[in-house]
């Protein structure tokens, strides 16, 4: 469980709009029952496994490592999940995203994507462009990228200027502009820096783009700021 500010701020468990980040792997049946959302924008970013989604607006379906979901919690909303990790142990991300403003109308919204990896380039899977399947209501913008032995990339362009930046490594290693480590797990802020990232092993990277001035609702359920850190 990543509070991404915890690190950098004395004030605030998050950065801009990046609340929270679960990584969750769980290797054979689990059920999580019924419970509530408030005021959370929830990204379900999950790579291998499978997991039954059933919500409190009557919508049921699967999310799997090329099916996303983006539960827009709002006002009130509930959920239970049935993940099955039995053939294939469970692993993802569920992304915690805190909303523009409070007590938005509880949505889901699916997205199929062609392909599961996006190869040494960065995929676009959220945003609050009206022509983004996965919405957002804040200025939070999320890519993917597999990155291959040997290769070297550096951030995706920013959608807008004076945009801050954290790097999220979900599988394997990369090193930072030639010194800093990063591992599964580990996280990178980018701010004002052009970077450069690059693997020897091979690595799954997640990259958030945030406007930490733009407007928010930091009071959300899980995604709000938390005070005892």
Known sequence: ???????????????????????????????????????????????????????SEGYKDMITSRRLMLMKAGKLFYHEELIDGQGEPFEGLQIFIRPGVKDLKPEVI?????????????????????????????????????????????LADMPEDNLTALLYVYQGAVKVNGSIELVKRESLVVKHEGISIQTETGAELVLFYTAEHAPIFKDGMFSGNKTNF
Do not use: C
């Open 1 to 55: 469980m990543l509070y991404p500010g915890t690190a950098i701020s004395g004030v605030d468990s998050g950065i801009g709009s990046i609340g929270r980040i679960d990584h969750a792997q769980v290797f054979g049946k689990q059920y999580i029952g019924m419970h509530p959302h408030v005021n959370d924008e929830i990204l379900s970013y999950f790579r291998a496994g499978k997991v039954e989604h059933v919500d």
């Open 110 to 154: 699916f997205q199929d994507l062609e392909q599961r990896d996006s190869e040494n380039s960065w995929r676009l899977l959220a945003s609050p462009a009206s022509d983004t399947v996965l919405r957002l209501s804040s200025k939070t913008w999320i890519y993917d990228m597999k990155l291959s032995l040997g290769e070297i990339t550096g």
